[in-house]
């Protein structure tokens, strides 16, 4: 027995020797040492042998064993810092070489406009639309008749809302104050709220309209307030928007759902005189309309006009994106032209 082990070393380590890659090691490894390995078979013969060799046969079988080992571990060392060493050169790179540019992606122009808008609104005090209270597929009880409009305004015709073939008395959303009556419906005054979203309206397609545009609402309902308020919430936002303060003005106008109503005006800010094609050489450019909540509003959504009060405010956010970024034509947002956008 003591020379099967020397015979079994011997053979063990030449063809461990010889092993010229790291699987091959491993089925010698299986062959020599695992449970049904040639070493201990020839352990399992130890009981054959008398009491007195027994001993002595067994400290060789554990020290071939252990040398079997040694030797595997040694060689699995160089074959794997070899097999390191040839994936390293395969994958070496030249680090003095330039890199390859790989574009990446940029914030859309309303996207950005939207955000900056939702922010400032929220440091005075506005929070976001609920989600389930903005749908963009309506009733016309929420986009129209709660909005105190009149059964025969023009703006219910088809010709400016896109009714769907479901039912009659569903649509595309034409402004983002549905929002609003959901949000009174639900919750109790005090109210601040700021709701951005997609509307549509049958436009014919030019420069500066689209059948399809985003709107951003926002509305406030609490005890006392005043016309005063809606004026420094909205001279706030231009001087924060436009980075700087710009003179505004208030004109009279007629919304449905607020009485008394206004169109804001901020000073041209491209203006160039008589001749400037931006504010037409009226030094003024229209920015969003908004007014006092009319009471009829707030009487159908159960809250008490002798009670509370609110201003309503609505803006286009390809408009002010226009002015900001002195863009001409309002396809370019929707075209997915890369020159253009790239630019942001």
Known sequence: MKTKLEELKTQALQEIN???????????KIKYLS?????????RGLKDISPEERPVIGEIANKTAE??????NQKYELLN??????????????????????????????????NE??????????????ESNSPEVETEYYNFDALNFPKDHPAKDMQDTFYTINASNLLLRSQTSNSQIREMEKKRPPLRVISPGRVYRSEAVSSRKNNL??????????????FGDLKGVLNEFTRHF???ARPTRFRTSYFPFTEPSAEIDVQCIMCSGKGC???SGTGWLEILGAGMIDPNVLKGVNIDPEVYSGFAFGMGVERLTMLKFAINDIRLFFNNDVRFLEQF
């Open 18 to 28: 010889n092993a010229s890659d790291l699987n091959a090691l491993q089925e010698l």
């Open 35 to 43: 449970r049904k390995g040639e070493l201990n078979t020839i352990k």
């Open 67 to 72: 040398e079997i080992e040694e030797i595997l």
């Open 81 to 114: 810092k070899e097999n390191i060493s040839i994936k390293l050169e395969a994958e070496k790179i030249d680090i003095t070489l330039p890199g390859d540019y790989i574009p990446y992606g940029k914030q859309h122009p309303l996207t950005s406009t939207i």
């Open 117 to 130: 808008i939702v922010f400032i609104f929220n440091k005075m005090g506005f929070t976001l639309v609920e």
């Open 213 to 226: 545009f985003h709107q951003v609402e926002g509305f406030l309902v609490d005890k006392e307030v005043t």
């Open 242 to 244: 436009f980075g700087q």
């Open 277 to 279: 094609r931006t504010c």
